[in-house]
């Protein structure tokens, strides 16, 4: 084995909006990546309108800076557990890794998560305690509940001595001593030369390099994206391509980049250890393993974890199908599905009974509405169900997947929702004071989690924060309520109005403004009952030849209450849909007609 002694391989793991980002930015910056008058965006790698609008890293991202004669490869990876199955792809990429947390809020719920994936790849952790210059930033405080997580994680003793740093990602300074204000990121890169590993591999043993993502450009088509582990790979060399079904086929590879600041750097050949994306190779896919044509030797499968949460998406059958997008067929839905799944491994989709129906399976609530929120403005128009949770049958017994769901909220705001988690069968694990602040940490399932982050908002009128990952699968738990209300559905097509509204006004919380087209059974808003109430809310006012001395007053209406479109997946029941195109989210019965649910609730009453 050689060690490549000019060359590291890190990846970024947080919690989010803790910083990653941001620290890259000030990375690129400090490796003169940018002019000196070069106007620069900030987050310069959200490069996805969602990740810039949401703040969070999607996607995860590489990019490599230069200090003096070292280049290292960077990796920007996601901090929600969702979006999981990036974080232990990248993983596999690198050698060391940044662990990134806030000075003042510390270790957070998926700041365990992306740690314990990076101990259990044997990483090196450099720990970067970012957001200094925070008035009421703690770092010593911080830094021991860091330790105490390192131990928790059961940490080898080699990884329990871990160095650390202090930075200002925003002000892009770095220091190794909290009390002394830095100057540059020096301190920072000089860490990750001396404490990160050079990558090590045989530049002369067959070709190994297993690919771990998928990009894709218009001009040269799919971009497979990952690390020669043993080897040297040429551009226009014929490969091996080793399938997860242990099958082999040929191929030939294209054009080959490496990494060189923001860009993609053409090169003739790279060797073992150096990060590298190639084309050519149309048919890869991700975990397989690129090799030597006459000596392949496939790396071992990836392993992901798996979804826990599942829905189906539908074509929009609707009356209002056609009217907005582009795309509205079950080959289109079946097509942009199958080409998800092969770029996102954490996401499974599965044919039903129905030719116009898929099951769309993933790691939670965020994971799903990332996808329909990216299909919608894509042109797609799709109906879906409420999310379930995946049950497995173990020893005979029904299990379902529980959450360890982490609570900073106010005190006087603990009481409500301590009882609104005990509605949904959470088992309280800790309670701790954090000033005037409660922290709560609870075991949950997971279908006890859908609908209650709008409640939780609620009660704590907007301060409060919530994180959730997955934990385990446990037995099934009856008795947990989600919603405690009805549906306001409309009986008649046409157009919502004023006096409709402000007669329906007194029975619930409506979605719908004046003048908004309407159709027979969709949702236009929650009742105060827990029975579905059918109203009509494009009633019109007859006209009559009396008049009072109040008849030319206007009507004034409460403002109506607007779903996104998670708040909508969560607020749907088992018998309603929530239609998705690209300029609304609607929500609406399976069953549109009126009589007909009727007679389908009287046999279920028999």
Same mark, same amino acid.
């Given at each position: 084995m050689h060690n490549k002694e000019d060359l590291r391989n890190i990846a970024i793991i947080a919690?989010?909006?803790?910083?990653?980002?941001?620290?890259?930015?000030?990375?690129?910056?400090?490796?003169?990546i940018f002019r000196a008058n070069e106007q620069v965006v900030e987050r310069v790698l959200d490069r996805n309108d969602l990740?810039?609008?949401?703040? /969070?890293t999607i996607l995860a991202k590489n990019t490599a800076v230069r200090y003096g004669k070292l280049k290292i490869n960077i990796v920007d990876t996601p901090g929600h557990a969702d979006f999981g199955g990036e974080v232990e792809r990248v993983l596999k990429m690198v050698d060391g890794a940044l662990l990134?947390?806030?000075?003042?809020?510390?270790?957070?719920?998926?700041?365990? &998560?992306?740690?314990?994936?990076?101990l259990a790849a044997g990483l090196r952790i450099i720990v970067v305690i970012n957001k200094l210059d925070r008035p009421d930033a703690r770092p010593d405080e911080v830094l021991n509940e860091i330790f105490d997580l390192f131990v928790d994680l059961e940490a080898a003793s080699?990884?329990?001595?871990?160095?650390?740093?202090?930075?200002?990602?925003?002000?892009?300074?770095?220091?190794?001593?909290?009390?002394?204000?830095?100057?540059?990121?020096? $301190?920072?890169?000089?860490?990750?030369?001396?404490?990160?590993?050079?990558?090590?591999?045989?530049?002369?043993?067959?070709?190994?390099?297993? /690919?771990?993502?998928?990009?894709?450009?218009? %001009?040269?088509g799919k971009i497979a994206i990952g690390r020669i582990t043993n080897g040297t790979i040429q551009a226009g060399e014929t490969v091996t391509i080793c399938s997860q079904e242990e099958t082999e086929r040929e191929g030939?590879?294209?054009?080959?980049?490496?990494?060189?600041?923001?860009?993609?750097?053409?090169?003739?050949?790279?060797?073992?250890?150096?990060?590298?994306?190639?084309?050519?190779?149309? =048919?890869?896919?991700?975990?397989?393993?690129?090799?030597?044509?006459?000596?392949?030797?496939?790396?071992?499968?990836?392993?992901?974890?798996?979804?826990?949460?599942?829905?189906?998406?539908?074509?929009?059958?609707?009356?209002?199908?056609?009217?907005?997008?582009? %795309?509205?067929?079950?080959?289109?839905?079946?097509?942009?599905?199958?080409?998800?799944?092969q770029t996102n491994v954490s996401l499974r989709v599965a044919e039903t009974g129905s030719p116009d129906a898929f099951q769309v399976s993933g790691r939670g609530e965020l994971h799903l509405s990332i996808l329909i929120e990216t299909m919608r403005r894509e042109g797609y128009e799709l109906q879906i169900s409420k999310p379930e949770p995946i049950t497995k049958i173990i020893n005979g017994e029904l299990w379902e997947p529980y959450e360890r769901l982490f609570l900073l909220l106010p005190k006087e705001a603990a009481g409500p929702v301590i009882e609104k988690l005990g509605q949904?069968?959470?088992?309280?694990?800790?309670?701790?004071?954090?000033?005037?602040?409660?922290?709560?940490?609870?075991?949950?399932?997971?279908?006890?989690?859908?609908?209650?982050?709008?409640? &939780?908002?609620?009660?704590?009128?907007?301060?409060? /924060?919530?994180?959730?990952?997955?934990?385990?699968?446990?037995?099934?738990?009856?008795?947990?309520?989600?919603?405690?209300?009805?549906?306001?559905?409309?009986?008649?097509?046409?157009?919502a109005t004023?006096?409709?509204?402000?007669?329906? =006004?007194?029975?619930?919380?409506?979605?719908?403004? $004046?003048? =908004?087209?309407i159709y027979t059974g969709m949702i236009v808003g929650i009742h105060?009952?827990?029975?579905?109430?059918?109203?009509?809310?494009?009633?019109?006012?007859?006209?009559?030849?009396?008049?009072?001395?109040?008849?030319?007053?206007?009507?004034?209406?409460?403002?109506?209450?607007? &779903?996104t479109l998670e708040q909508a997946m969560e607020f749907i029941a088992e018998d309603e849909l929530v239609e998705v195109t690209p300029s609304a989210i609607r929500m609406r019965k399976k069953i549109l007609d009126r009589s007909a649910r009727a007679r389908l609730r009287k046999r279920s009453a028999n």
């Open positions: 919690h989010v909006d803790h910083g990653k980002t941001t620290l890259v930015d000030a990375l690129l910056r400090q490796g003169g990740e810039r609008e949401r703040g /969070i990134l947390v806030d000075a003042f809020e510390g270790p957070m719920a998926q700041t365990k &998560f992306v740690l314990r994936k990076a080699w990884q329990l001595d871990f160095p650390v740093v202090y930075t200002s990602a925003r002000l892009g300074t770095a220091t190794l001593d909290p009390q002394v204000p830095g100057v540059d990121m020096q $301190p920072l890169l000089e860490m990750i030369a001396r404490e990160i590993p050079a990558p090590t591999g045989d530049p002369g043993a067959p070709l190994q390099l297993q /690919i771990v993502n998928l990009d894709y450009d218009d %001009y040269v030939k590879v294209g054009l080959l980049w490496v990494y060189e600041g923001l860009k993609r750097e053409p090169v003739a050949s790279a060797a073992a250890g150096e990060i590298v994306a190639l084309a050519g190779l149309n =048919e890869v896919g991700i975990g397989e393993t690129i090799c030597t044509f006459e000596q392949p030797r496939p790396l071992p499968l990836l392993t992901i974890d798996e979804p826990t949460l599942t829905m189906t998406f539908m074509v929009n059958d609707s009356p209002f199908a056609g009217r907005e997008g582009k %795309y509205l067929t079950s080959r289109h839905l079946r097509e942009r599905l199958w080409k998800e799944a949904r069968r959470a088992e309280l694990i800790n309670m701790e004071p954090a000033g005037s602040n409660v922290k709560l940490e609870y075991l949950i399932p997971a279908r006890g989690l859908i609908g209650f982050r709008s409640q &939780f908002l609620t009660d704590t009128k907007g301060e409060g /924060i919530m994180h959730h990952l997955f934990d385990s699968y446990g037995p099934w738990k009856e008795g947990i309520e989600q919603r405690h209300q009805g549906s306001l559905v409309a009986f008649e097509d046409g157009e004023t006096y409709g509204i402000h007669n329906v =006004e007194d029975r619930g919380v409506l979605f719908v403004t $004046p003048g =908004e087209k105060a009952k827990e029975d579905d109430l059918d109203v009509n809310v494009c009633k019109k006012k007859h006209l009559t030849n009396m008049r009072s001395s109040t008849a030319e007053e206007a009507i004034r209406l409460s403002p109506p209450l607007q &779903f």
